[in-house]
């Protein structure tokens, strides 16, 4: 009858200790940053490599959108580019005839200052000459102005559709589905074959790394907390049992709110309380919406 007795006692001071476990300072529910990935371009969705609760990294490309008419649009551009171009002229071989004027006469200017100098030529044919020498430089001068006016001209024309190709080439960019930031696909909203739009959505993303746990303090408890403080967060694992988790609080509010109805706190008489984010590391057990309570 004593050992009966005694089994009896630490029975009771077991269950004891399981009630006075169960007490807790705040409690709330997991959540996460959500990103809603949407669509740059508008088309057909010819791969989307994606399947809810996959894990992507951050640049990794999933899929594409149709992008052959900007393909071809593009190569439009770049044949006008290249026809207005082809009509830009070449100075140097326009001006050649010129210049082999010039020499000749430059050749023939020297000549005739030494036949001056003989007294074999007027100095008159030398004042023709030297007259000469400079026509033929101002007929080039105006000849590389009037080209260089052309060629400017077809330059300017040219850049407008260098623009557009950039353009282009920004849009087919576009066209490639590629994940922003590491995480997990929490939700598909398009398939492969549909048709989409620039801002439609495509899928939901969140980093479930780590988690937040958003509680609720009360006014009494808000002088025993500071941001970077460590925490116990605990979950249900089992119907009598908790899985411990290592918790930071990260954001205190600064400003007191009614309770939340899902919410209960220590003091039920409370109703005001501070909203606190505690920031766990994710085993693979916290899923976002999850109960959570949490030991000061």
Not at 250 to 271: C, H, L, V
Request: overall charge neutral; proline content about 2%; aromatic content about 4%.
């Amino acid at each position: 009858m004593k050992q009966v007795a005694l089994v009896a006692i630490l029975l009771t001071s077991l269950m004891a200790c399981n009630k006075n476990d169960d007490n807790y300072d705040a409690a709330g529910t997991f959540e996460a940053v959500e990103t809603i990935v949407s669509s740059e371009a508008s088309g057909t969705i010819k791969e989307l490599n994606l399947e809810e609760g996959q894990s992507l990294k951050a640049g990794e490309m999933i899929g594409y959108i149709d992008s052959i008419q900007l393909f071809l649009k593009k190569k439009q551009l770049q044949a006008q580019a290249k026809a207005v171009l082809s009509r830009k002229p070449d100075i140097a071989s326009q001006t050649a005839s010129l210049l082999e004027q010039l020499r000749q006469a430059e050749r023939e200017q020297q000549r005739t200052a030494n036949l001056v100098k003989a007294d074999a030529a007027t100095p008159k044919q030398l004042d023709d000459a030297n007259t000469q020498i400079a026509l033929i430089k101002k007929q080039i001068t105006a000849q590389r102005t009037s080209l260089g006016i052309i060629a400017t001209s077809l330059s300017e024309e040219v850049t407008p559709l260098h623009v557009q190709v950039q353009q282009i080439n920004d849009q087919l960019e576009k066209c490639r589905i590629i994940n922003p930031l590491e995480g997990t696909v929490l939700t598909m909203y398009a398939e492969v074959n549909e048709v989409t739009a620039a801002g439609k959505p495509l899928y939901k993303i969140a980093a479930l790394h780590s988690i937040i746990l958003r509680a609720y303090i009360t006014g009494d408890q808000i002088a025993k907390v500071k941001t970077g403080q460590p925490v116990k967060v605990l979950v249900d694992d089992t119907k009598d049992k908790y899985k411990t988790y290592e918790g930071t609080i990260e954001w205190i509010s600064n400003k007191a709110e009614f309770t939340p109805k899902t919410i209960q706190t220590k003091d039920e008489r409370a109703n005001l309380v501070y909203a606190v984010k505690i920031r766990v590391k994710n085993d693979g057990y916290l899923k976002i919406g999850m109960y959570g309570e949490v030991k000061l």
